[in-house]
């Protein structure tokens, strides 16, 4: 079944639909609010309460345009106000990903060195690119998503795309030594 299916069945009070378009969302939003909180707990959190904001706002939403970039919104708006509490946690707790099989299965399973570096990113460069590149959203829906321009999600790519760059080539001096 579509979004488009679901979002017409759940404003008609459907809650199979809903349990649905649950099981469909679920995997893929633990692991990407995973990545954004790096916290496994706050992730399941956000999630929750981003299928409980969907469900109350999906009249809100405009049949129109995208459905992914609406609730992906929704899950790094709600991620974002996780993060903004007071939980030590969320600062400190990386989650591994040889130990989490929640982050080690499908995008991650073999790039666990790219992982490590994003997630030690900042989080106004390693959000877009988690949304960019294990997400696959445009930059225009980006910007949509977090509520910026789209030339300060360029710029956020762009920087973070560098700092990726250095972090994973080795130091050509140390090269030369060798």
């Not at 008609?12 to 609010?33: K, L």
């Not at 109350?56 to 459905?67: D, M, T």
């Not at 994003?118 to 106004?124: G, V, Y």
């Amino acid at each position: 079944m579509s979004p488009d299916q679901w979002i017409e069945q759940i404003r008609a009070g459907d809650q199979a639909a809903f349990r649905q378009f649950y099981n469909a969302y679920a995997d893929a939003a633990i692991r990407t609010a995973s990545a954004i909180t790096r916290n496994r707990e706050m992730a399941k959190d956000a999630v929750q309460e981003t299928f409980i904001r969907v469900y109350r706002q999906i009249n809100n939403y405009n049949p129109n345009l995208p459905f992914d970039p609406w609730f992906y919104r929704i899950l790094t708006n709600e991620c974002l106000r996780l993060l903004k509490k007071d939980s030590p946690l969320s600062k400190f707790e990386l989650p591994d990903p040889e130990t989490n099989p929640s982050l080690t299965e499908e995008s991650f399973d073999y790039l666990s060195d790219l992982y490590d570096v994003i997630q030690s990113m900042d989080d106004i460069h390693r959000i877009p690119l988690i949304l960019k590149y294990v997400k696959g959203f445009s930059e225009k829906e980006i910007a949509d998503i977090l509520g910026l321009n789209q030339n300060t999600v360029k710029s956020r790519l762009f920087i973070g795309r560098k700092k990726l760059r250095e972090q994973l080539q080795p130091d050509e001096e140390e090269e030369e030594s060798k």
